[in-house]
């Protein structure tokens, strides 16, 4: 089958990981808008104790390569610490996924962009801003 | 394989390649003058013949047929060619309904920045031109346009456009009229006697690809873009295409309406089971059956994306098309979707499918089941929903819709 995608990016749109939402999350990140194309919210369940994210849910309305990278950006956050998670970069994600068509890089943006607004929206119900991690 | 994307193109019927193997194996002379050699001039009685039976499809003189590479280089010669014969002249504004196929809309656009003036007509939201907006325009004393260009019937949303009221508007008023019927050519009858350039193809009606014709009304003035011979009463330099056009008209002879009756009987089987197996999608282009192409179905189905059903479906062998931004190579929804006054959140959902003789009622079936199910899995994992949208439009009516519209933004990602 002759795709523009690799194989890895095709696994993952094909059984999407952490795909749903949390109740009661203790972060929430929502980016995109619909006239752009894309949607996705980012839910997190950290433990306050440790920073750590324990459990993470995604729901992504968009092309392949922003179900994919949705996915990859969640399995990677996922055991991290928020400081690391933040830490997470487009192109970390893009590298994981064997490459994006040029076109489809903003897809990983969106993903990235998600998972930070999470860990902000997080840090702020902690009582604690950004640049305390950054 | 299952393929049902045959207003994008066909399968070559075997009889049409049958036809044409001859000029590819044994007559392989051009076709010459009356008095060359027996190859040329059986070379020659076959194009006239091809001629004559494409002509006779539409109701023309086999002299006002001009064969060309195919619907690109048809549209780009009718609207160039009439451009650039009036260079000199006061007036040059060009017209096409905003609907119209990009080789036309994007022939515009390099006018345009030659210094001719262009209107888009204005449409409904089935995609038929606004006949006040085009009578305005062709009505006008100090500005008459050189050209009016519409479809006959559009690829994206099946619109069947009536020809014959158009082009009588466009009369009225001495504009002469293009017509672009490349996707209803043999599927719906066009007298085209009544217009003043059409554009014809080979490759939707089960021909071969890379041959096509444009009809030219004896006496309309066209500069020629192909220089280089007395080719196509010298109108197109190049040797002829022979076993392109033999194809052409071997497959325009065989795409009788019977054809048409098969076609559209599936497409409305397909519409039936889509209606009854997958909920929240709405029609694009008419709602009347009657005023589509007969070949073709299409929708935008609510909350999931275009490109993520075409490639689930194409992982289980079943070929559709989309009009999605995201499967864009500009990442922009489909200039026709946005034209028929769609959002892009909900273009976003379109799926088109344009079925051929070679398809079944079971692939149908089967079309439909895979479809729901993909659809069912796509939402689950959408954040969008019909509580999420009536939202989005409170948001758009307060105008506080966040603006980070990262489409617009790919440039800065090579970092
Ligand atoms: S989501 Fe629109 S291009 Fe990836």
Known sequence: MAHIYSKEVMDLFMNPKNMGEIENPSGLGKVGNPVCGDVMWIYL??????????????????????????????????GKTVTEAYKITKKQVADDLGGLPKQKMHCSNLAVDALQRAIINYLEKTGRSVEEID | MVYLDNNASTRVDQAVIDAMMPYFTDIVSPPSSDYGHSFGVEAKTALDSAREIIASKINVNPSDIIFTSGQAESNNFAIKGIAYANRDKEENLLVASSVSHSTVLDSLKTLEKQG???????????????????REIVSSTNKRPLLVSVPHGNVEIGTLENIEEIASIC?????PIHVEATYSFCKVPLDASATDMTTITSHLIHGPKGVGALYIRKGLKLQRLIDGGLQENKKRGGTENLPGIVGFAKAAELYTPEINKITQKLRDYLW???????????????????????????VVIS????????LHLDILDFMIATGSACSSKQLKASHVLSAIGLPTEVSHGS?????????????????????????????????????????????????????????????????
């Open chain 1, 45 to 78: 369940q950290v433990n306050e104790e440790t920073d750590i994210i324990e459990d993470i849910k995604v729901k992504t309305f968009g092309c392949v390569a922003a179900i994919a990278t949705s996915s990859k950006t969640t399995e990677m956050a996922k």
């Open chain 2, 116 to 134: 001719f003036s262009v209107i888009l007509l204005k449409v409904d939201s089935e995609g038929f031109v606004d006949r006040d907006h085009l």
């Open chain 2, 171 to 175: 009369h009225e008023f001495n504009v």
């Open chain 2, 272 to 298: 039936n089971v889509f209606e009854q197996k997958i909920p929240d999608f709405q029609v694009t282009g008419p709602f009347d059956r009657d005023k589509r192409l007969p070949n073709h179905f299409s």
């Open chain 2, 303 to 310: 909350y999931v994306e275009g490109e993520s059903i075409l």
């Open chain 2, 351 to 415: 799926v088109r499918v344009g079925v051929s003789k070679f398809n079944t009622q079971e692939e149908l079936d089967q079309f439909v089941n895979h479809l729901a199910s993909i659809v069912a899995r796509l939402r689950e994992m959408s954040p969008m929903n019909a509580e999420f949208m009536r939202e989005w439009e409170e948001m758009k009516a307060q105008g506080v819709v966040p603006k980070d519209n990262h489409h617009h933004e790919f440039e800065d990602l090579e970092e």
